[in-house]
C-alpha cells in the first residue's frame, strides 16, 4: 500500500491523498521507494498540458477524472524481481507524488533503464528513464537537491536556446521572456547570454512582476528586465522572438500588439500563470497580430540532436553546459537558488497551493518526500 497524491483535471485545486494498493511484484518488476522529488512551477505546466501533451498517462490513476502530476527525483530499490537492477541502488527519474512506485524496467545497462509498463510504451522516451546515481557524472550527492529542481528545467532551457540558435533566432536581434524569474526562463538566459561576444549574439529581455523584479534583475543574464506593466510602453520596438513562459494570454496579447510586424516568432513553453485567461488567441478571442504561437516540445529538439550528435554527443553538451549553470547556483556568497527541504503530505500541499497562487519567493526551491 502507498500513498499517493491526485487532482481534479478540471480544477487543480481540488485534491486529495489516497491509498493504492501496489500489490506484489511480477517477475521483471521493482519497486521504490521515492526518497525527495522537486516541486516548482514546472510540474503546474505539466498539469495543465496534462491531456494536451500526454503527462497524465505517465501514473495513471485509474478515474478519467483526475491526475497524478508527475515530478522529478530520487528513489531508491526496496524490492527487485529485476536481474541488474539491485535492492538498495538509487535513481534519478520521473515519479509520481507518493511514497513508493513500481516500475518494469527494460533495456537495463549501467547507465540506467527504461520502464517498459505497456501504458508507457507510446509516450517519450526522455521521460521514461531513469539513471542510477552511481554511474551519473552529473550526480554530486551534495547538489542532489539542485539536480532535482533544475536538471530537467535546464534541460529545456539548453534545448530551447538550442532550437532558437538552430533557426538563426527566426531574424530576431531580441528575444523576449515572459515569467523572467522562473527557473526554466533564467536557465534560457543563461544559455543565451554566454552566446555574448559571438555573431549569434542576441538582446535579452525579461519580464516579470514587481515582486520580483530586483530578482530577476540581480541574476545579470538579462539585457533588460521590464514589469509587466511597462510592456505595451517601454518593450523595445526591435526584430523580436517571444518565448511564453507564463502562458498568460493578457500578457501574449500584450507583446504582440506591441511589437507587431516586429515578431518574428512567438514560442509557448509553459504555464507559470496558469489560471490565466485562454479563450482564442487574447482575451477577448480575438486574433493577434504577428505570427501565431507555437508549442514548443523539448524531446523533439532532443530527438534531433541526438540524431546529428548521437546521444552521448547531446548528453556531453548538455552537461558541460549545466556545469557552467551550477556555478552562480551554487555561488556561496549569492546563490541563484535556496532549497527549502519539507516532509510529509501537509508539507506537499502546502508547496503545491502557493505554486498555484504564485506565492512562492522566485530565488526559492522546494524539494519533498511524503
Not at 40 to 49: D, E, H, L, M, R
Not at 176 to 204: D, H, N
Not at 281 to 297: A, K, Y
Not at 357 to 365: C, I, K, N
Request: net charge negative.
Amino acid at each position: 500500500m502507498t500513498t499517493r497524491f491526485v487532482v481534479q483535471r478540471s480544477d487543480l485545486r481540488q485534491s486529495s491523498w489516497e491509498d493504492v494498493d501496489l500489490a506484489g511484484l511480477d517477475d521483471g518488476s521493482v519497486r521504490l521507494r521515492i526518497d525527495k522529488f522537486a516541486l516548482t512551477s514546472n510540474n503546474i505546466t505539466y498539469a495543465v498540458f496534462g491531456d494536451a501533451m500526454g503527462y497524465w498517462q505517465f501514473f495513471p490513476t485509474g478515474d478519467a477524472a483526475t491526475g497524478s502530476i508527475p515530478v522529478w527525483g530520487f528513489a531508491s530499490v526496496v524490492e527487485s524481481r529485476c536481474p541488474g537492477v539491485d535492492v538498495g541502488e538509487r535513481f534519478y527519474g520521473y515519479f509520481p507524488i507518493a511514497e513508493e512506485v513500481v516500475l518494469a524496467p527494460e533495456d537495463v545497462a549501467t547507465p540506467g533503464f527504461t520502464d517498459g509498463a505497456e501504458h508507457r510504451r507510446a509516450l517519450h522516451p526522455i521521460y521514461n528513464r531513469y539513471i542510477r546515481c552511481s554511474q551519473d557524472p552529473g550526480y554530486v550527492a551534495e547538489f542532489a537537491a539542485q539536480q532535482a529542481l533544475l536538471r530537467p528545467l535546464f534541460s529545456t532551457s539548453f534545448l530551447l536556446d538550442d532550437f532558437l540558435g538552430d533557426n538563426d533566432f527566426f531574424g530576431a536581434e531580441t528575444i523576449v521572456l515572459s515569467s523572467a524569474s522562473s527557473k526554466t526562463a533564467y536557465g534560457t538566459a543563461f544559455c543565451l547570454a554566454q552566446r555574448r561576444g559571438t555573431p549569434k549574439e542576441v538582446k535579452i529581455v525579461g519580464l516579470t512582476s514587481p515582486g520580483n523584479l530586483e530578482f530577476t534583475r540581480s541574476l545579470g543574464c538579462y539585457d533588460e528586465v521590464l514589469r509587466y506593466d511597462d510592456v505595451a510602453s517601454s518593450l523595445p520596438d526591435d526584430a523580436a522572438v517571444y518565448v511564453d513562459m507564463s502562458g498568460n494570454a493578457q500578457v501574449r496579447a500584450t507583446v504582440h500588439r506591441r511589437l507587431g510586424e516586429l515578431l518574428r516568432y512567438s514560442c509557448a513553453v509553459g504555464a507559470t500563470h496558469w489560471d490565466a485567461p485562454e479563450s482564442g488567441d487574447t482575451p477577448e478571442g480575438g486574433s493577434l497580430p504577428g505570427p501565431r504561437p507555437v508549442l514548443f516540445f523539448a524531446p523533439d529538439q532532443a530527438a534531433k540532436r541526438a540524431a546529428q550528435w548521437g546521444p552521448a554527443g547531446l548528453a556531453e553538451r548538455i552537461g558541460a553546459a549545466w556545469a557552467a549553470f551550477m556555478e552562480p547556483i551554487t555561488d556561496p556568497e549569492n546563490p541563484w537558488l535556496t532549497v527549502v527541504s519539507g516532509q510529509g503530505t501537509a508539507a506537499v500541499e502546502a508547496c503545491f497551493t502557493a505554486l498555484l497562487d504564485g506565492s512562492v519567493p522566485a530565488r526559492e526551491g522546494h524539494v519533498l518526500s511524503v
